[in-house]
């Protein structure tokens, strides 16, 4: 009867580890991918960064993201809030850059917003000078209202008017 529990005990630990491996699986296969959703942001890359938001004369708000970032899943809600607000909504363009593959990692390192940590926010307001990050994963992220008043506040000092298309517009 040893052998026959000894034999069935190893064989329940191989089919335990194999349910957890196949449980985890089935968890990665059904978790929410932000990649490629533009629902909460027009998703940027090296590639169409300098057509899309330079050439552009819009103000540009700006996530820097990656899926394997747990700080950036726990600021995706956040960052949803902002990017559906009913007034900011309206007069700021929003984009997201996944730095998971190589083309988002070289616009981040570009753009000089990996030190500060992930996620970060970028506010556009000048073609020729992005500034830094108005938002960093190393100095603590905000909740929604905090964002909000982080954003707000950047758009009022920076000076920026809306145009007639009720956006907000870059100083070219």
């Keep these: 009867a040893a052998a026959v529990v000894g034999v069935g005990t190893s064989s329940m630990k ?11 699986m089935i968890f990665l ?12 942001g027009q998703m940027l890359t090296q590639v169409n960064f300098e057509e899309v938001v330079l050439e552009n004369d819009d103000a540009w708000v ?3 993201y990656s899926e394997m970032c747990g700080s950036c899943l726990e600021f995706s809600p956040t960052w949803e809030t902002l ?4 007034d900011l909504s309206k007069s700021l363009r929003f984009g997201r850059v996944l ?4 083309d988002g990692m070289m616009l981040a390192k570009d753009m000089d917003v990996l030190s500060g940590g992930i ?3 970028l506010l556009i307001t000048n073609p020729f000078d992005p500034g830094s990050p108005i ?3 190393n100095d603590g992220l905000p909740d929604s209202k905090g964002l ?5 506040k950047a758009i009022e000092t920076s000076g920026l008017e809306k145009g007639q298309d009720g956006f907000y517009k870059k100083f070219m």
């Design 14 to 24: 191989a089919v335990s580890v194999m349910r957890m491996m196949l449980l985890a």
């Design 29 to 40: 296969a059904v978790l929410p991918s932000t990649r490629g959703d533009e629902s909460h």
């Design 62 to 64: 700006i996530e820097f």
């Design 83 to 86: 990017t559906t607000h009913k």
């Design 99 to 102: 730095i998971d593959d190589a």
């Design 119 to 121: 996620p970060a926010v």
């Design 135 to 137: 938002v960093s994963g």
């Design 148 to 152: 909000y008043n982080i954003v707000t």
